[in-house]
């Protein structure tokens, strides 16, 4: 959910191939290594993946990229890591898929970017709680919670 609307729905392995943008590699140098290392670094994983994106600048010798899926043979990445550890000096890599949060961040971001921020006033926001309980009883969301919290058993009726 994002701006109070759903924006996808799934399973975690749909969501991550649909959304996520594959990998994300992390490889870290000695910081002896210095401006020199990291710049050895990034022209490897350029090298090996043309679209890898330098996620943020690298801390302490640590570099992070985003790889695109399509882009990736791990047999070949392992092969290629493992003989360019001595050369380059790497004291240890990594390499994960995209995560399930990852992914939702990211669909958080786009829903910002293209909602122009949250579009409902504080007023609003109150009125949109959906009501719970009997006829004539409604509950918001935050009461029946802690109705629950508190041990009262509370009955949602079904849709």
Known sequence: MADGEIQCIGY????????GRGYTCMVKISELAGEAGLEKV????KGMFPTAN?????????SKYEID???VVLSKVFAKMIAAKASIGIESWSFTESTLEEVFLKLAALTENFSGGSGLSKEDTKRSVVPFGKKGTHKNLA????????????????V
Do not use: M, Q, W, Y
């Open 143 to 158: 009461e029946l919670v802690a109705e629950i919290d508190a041990g009262i058993e509370t009955k949602v009726p079904a």
């Open 42 to 45: 990034d022209a490897l994983i």
């Open 12 to 19: 975690t392995h749909e969501l991550k191939r649909r959304f």
């Open 69 to 71: 899926r399509n882009e």
């Open 54 to 62: 330098l996620l943020s600048e690298p801390i302490a010798g640590c």
